[in-house]
């Protein structure tokens, strides 16, 4: 189940409209994937004159953000993807 530190979760393909189960489904891989906060809050637009400590919280959250997008593009078939795919956060896909 687990390699190297990291879980392989095989969810199925949203084929259709059954977005409830996977949407309980990818609720669980999130917070597996620790990123169910970042999902849940989203994300605040960068400051351009933050503090470096700021810039970094906000590198750690992007990378988060990008990580549930992943998750989510992954999830998806190729027809919901398309619809999705341009979006800057996960919020928005």
């Known amino acids: 189940m687990a390699k190297n530190g990291t879980f392989h979760i095989s969810l199925p393909v949203l084929y259709g409209k ?21 999902v ?15 810039r970094n919280v906000h590198k750690e959250l992007k990378k988060k953000d990008d990580k549930a997008s992943f998750l989510i593009h992954e999830r998806v078939d190729a027809k919901k993807f ?12």
Do not use: C
């Not at 059954?18 to 970042?38: S, T």
């Not at 398309?82 to 896909?93: G, Q, R, S, W």
């Open 40 to 54: 849940t809050n989203g994300m605040e637009p960068f400051l351009v004159n933050a503090t470096s400590v700021l």
């Open 18 to 38: 059954r977005w409830e189960r996977l949407f309980r489904q990818v609720k669980v891989v999130f917070a597996v994937h620790d990123v169910y906060e970042q």
């Open 82 to 93: 398309e619809k999705i795919a341009e979006a800057a956060n996960y919020k928005e896909a």
